[in-house]
């Protein structure tokens, strides 16, 4: 009957064993034989997942069957560290201060022990590292984990003049730009969940303009959004000359004002919903 391990703290002493013996056995490969394995050399890559998605880390590239143990190291922010172990000869894995479910072993780690996040939150960002001990020694894999959030992007006119263009909620903080280039404000706010709101403001008095573009820029994807100052001019009147004219419906008033309505609006495009209120509320000229 195979005997189980105590704690996972035999098997981190299983691997340093491990490193031993191969740093001996490694100190008289001249007196033999050279074997054909070329060990991986240890990295660290940076990685940017998007939230909400799964992410799939790998350990170095080795093959199966030389691998003895396997240990996956995570680092989060203000958490204590998390171990994962996995022995390959008894099939048996470990985990220490390990609590969040969502991350885990691929389902057949004793063939490929990737490990896996799904999904991803922006609690996830941290260090992860993956070590495989072998008879050759121990190898390393390290990932710096960032979780983004793409940032929602809003333009829409401001107080006084100015066109507001807003990305609301990213992580990290979105790049404003303008086309083309105001006198702008930007202002940063960040959010309880660790996510940042950039909102720019611009006016351009000096030399006016009848249609502004604002481009966000973002490691999750850029966008572009567009304004034309005159068609939202037109707007305005569209949505205020209906109750300017429910309020004046039929009452006195001189021909002059009642021909200075009749223009402005025959110089809106209108609905058609619009066009019968006019025909409607006494705008007679004769």
Same mark, same amino acid.
């Given at each position: ?30 007196? +033999?034989? #050279? ?20 992410? $799939? ?5 080795? *093959? ?6 396997? *240990?996956?190291?995570? *680092?989060?922010? %203000? ?28 389902? +057949? ?47 829409f006119r401001g107080k006084n003049g100015t066109v507001v263009c807003r990305a609301a909620a990213g992580r990290p903080a979105a790049q ?8 702008? %404000? ?25 249609? $502004? ?19 939202? =001019?037109? =707007? ?19 021909? *002059? ?8 609006? =025959?110089? $809106? ?5 619009? #066009? ?11």
């Open positions: 009957m195979p005997c189980t391990w105590r704690t996972l703290d035999l098997w981190l002493l299983l691997i340093s064993t491990v490193f031993l013996v191969a740093a001996s056995t490694n100190s008289s490969l001249t007196d +033999r034989p #050279q074997r054909s394995f070329i060990p991986p050399a240890a990295a660290n890559t940076s990685l940017s997942v998007r939230v909400g998605t799964k992410a $799939v880390l790998s350990c170095p590239p080795i *093959t199966s069957t030389a691998v003895q143990v396997t *240990t996956w190291e995570i *680092t989060l922010r %203000d958490q204590p560290a998390c171990t994962r172990a996995y022995r390959r000869d008894t099939n048996e894995t470990r985990a220490k201060n390990c609590s969040d479910e969502t991350i885990s072993w691929d389902t +057949r780690h004793d063939q490929n022990p990737v490990l896996q996040i799904d999904p991803v939150a922006i609690t996830h960002d941290g260090y992860y590292r993956c070590e495989v001990a072998t008879p050759e020694g121990n190898f390393y894999q390290g990932y710096h984990l960032q979780v983004t959030v793409p940032p929602e992007a809003t333009l404003i730009s303008w086309t083309p280039a105001g006198d702008c %404000d930007t202002e940063e706010e960040p959010l309880g969940n660790d996510t940042v709101t950039v909102q720019s403001t611009c006016r351009w008095e000096d030399h006016p303009v009848s249609t $502004v573009s604002c481009s966000v820029s973002h490691l999750t994807g850029n966008q572009s959004l567009s304004i034309d100052l005159n068609s939202e =001019n037109d =707007n305005l009147k569209k949505q205020m000359l209906p109750h300017l004219l429910r309020r004046m419906k039929c009452n006195p008033m001189p021909v *002059t004002h009642r021909r200075t309505i009749y223009d402005t609006v =025959n110089r $809106v495009k209108r609905s058609e919903v619009l #066009q019968s209120e006019v025909d409607g509320l006494c705008l007679h000229t004769s």
